[in-house]
């Protein structure tokens, strides 16, 4: 049984950055897709971005695009998600999934084709305020 763990977040001003990590264990990374979700209060969880098996296809959200950078360190059995000029909008408990690559496009659809896509951890709260 794969087993997430994300770290990483807290409250960051405006303009802020962050970096998230989610670390695997109780099973390997390698050969699935990883990826970074989030739910905003009221809202479904959407997808933010993913990366395939290998780091080389990746999947942006409009509102992550030129801001959120997503990467993989198979080694450490972990995924990363690095965020730049944070916005308050941007507050939301943040999840990590792994799941099978054939599920790879599906990142970016809605809650009901995303809610179970594979594994997912716990999720961490992330506040952009002043």
């Known amino acids: 049984q794969l087993r997430l763990i994300e770290s990483g977040g807290g409250l960051v001003q405006p303009g802020g950055s962050l970096t998230l990590s989610c670390t695997a264990s109780?099973?390997?990374?390698?050969?699935?897709?990883l990826g970074w979700f989030r739910q905003a209060p009221g809202k479904e969880r959407q997808g933010v971005s993913c990366?395939?098996?290998?780091?080389?296809?990746?999947l942006y959200s409009n509102s992550a695009k030129d801001r959120f950078t997503i990467s993989r360190d198979n080694a450490k059995s972990t995924v990363y998600l690095q965020m730049n000029s944070l916005k308050p909008e941007d507050t939301a408990v943040y999840y990590c999934?792994?799941?099978?690559?054939?599920?790879?496009?599906?990142?970016?659809?809605?809650?009901?084709?995303?809610?179970?896509?594979?594994?997912w951890g716990q999720g961490i709260q992330v506040t952009v305020s002043s």
């Open positions: 999934s792994a799941f099978a690559n054939t599920y790879f496009g599906r990142c970016l659809a809605s809650y009901a084709a995303t809610y179970d896509l594979g594994d």
């Open positions: 109780g099973s390997t990374m390698d050969g699935l897709a």
């Open positions: 990366i395939n098996t290998d780091g080389t296809s990746i």
